[in-house]
């Protein structure tokens, strides 16, 4: 007997609603049955607008959300930016008037005191990961340009930080000797020589030492002459000075 539960059976899943409306469509004496079946197709188109009207309402919430959250970062940025900027963080740079870059010349008075600095912006671009370009004007001057590709070619947060880091480098670097003789390298070899240069004297045995032969001592030097002194002293003490020389003279 053919029914709507046969059809439905039968149909594959995805096919189960066409076999609603095409049954409800030829089977004309079921009404009520046709009325019946066709209540879930309305109920799913029902649940796919609704689904589509959620989705509608969450896309302008979420991009309501993010321009929020977009203004709130831009003022972020910008409130760090006047903080470098009032505690002269990026003193004697120049800034473009399109904000396109930041410019300075460092000047240094050797050359081994500007590749000291070249060295220690280097380690401080590595940890950041933002690096600037500059160039050798002379041998002890380097000029130095600071934008951000990423930012259209712009001046973003990462060049104010390293402008601040490089005027912070630059006054140690003017301080800096090449030629230094207390190096930490330096010190830990002066501590080693002098430890083994006391172990060295420590080791030395007296030129004469105290030995005893046939019962008798024989003693170092020093002592020798404090004894002859002491002898001499008593023969003072027992004789005038005339005496001496008379017995000199003799």
């Known amino acids: 007997m053919f029914s709507l539960k046969r059809v439905l059976n039968k149909t594959p899943t995805m096919g189960k609603m066409w076999a ?9 004496l079921f009404g009520t049955v046709a009325t019946a079946a066709d ?28 321009a929020n959250a977009m203004e709130e970062y831009d003022q972020m940025i910008q409130n760090q930016i006047n903080a470098i900027v009032a505690r002269n963080g990026i003193d004697e740079w120049e800034l473009a008037e ?11 008075a050797t050359p ?3 590749h000291y600095f070249m060295n220690e912006v280097s380690k401080v671009c590595s940890k950041s990961d933002h690096h ?34 490089m005027n912070k480098i630059e006054k140690t670097s003017q301080s800096y000797n090449h030629y230094s003789y207390f190096t930490t390298s330096k010190i830990i070899e002066y501590i080693i020589g002098f430890v083994l240069v006391g172990f060295a004297i420590r ?13 008798r001592d024989i003693h170092s030097l020093e002592y020798t002459e404090n004894f002859t002194n002491a002898k001499v002293d008593q023969q ?5 000075l005339e005496e001496i020389k008379g017995k000199i003279l003799q």
């Open 20 to 28: 609603i409306r095409r049954f409800s469509r030829e089977v004309s």
């Open 39 to 66: 209540v879930p197709a309305r109920e799913i188109m029902n649940h796919l607008d609704q689904t589509r009207e959620f989705i509608r309402i969450s896309e302008a919430k979420f991009a309501e959300y993010n």
């Open 98 to 108: 399109d904000n396109g870059f930041l410019r300075k010349t460092f000047t240094f």
């Open 112 to 114: 081994e005191t500007a």
């Open 132 to 165: 600037p370009e500059w160039k050798l004007v002379s041998d002890r001057a380097i000029e130095v340009h600071l934008t951000s590709h990423f930012a259209g070619n712009k001046v973003s947060i990462n060049d104010y930080e390293l402008a601040e880091a």
């Open 203 to 215: 080791g030395i045995k007296p030129r004469y030492p105290e030995v005893q032969v046939e019962g």
């Open 236 to 240: 003072l003490d027992k004789y005038s």
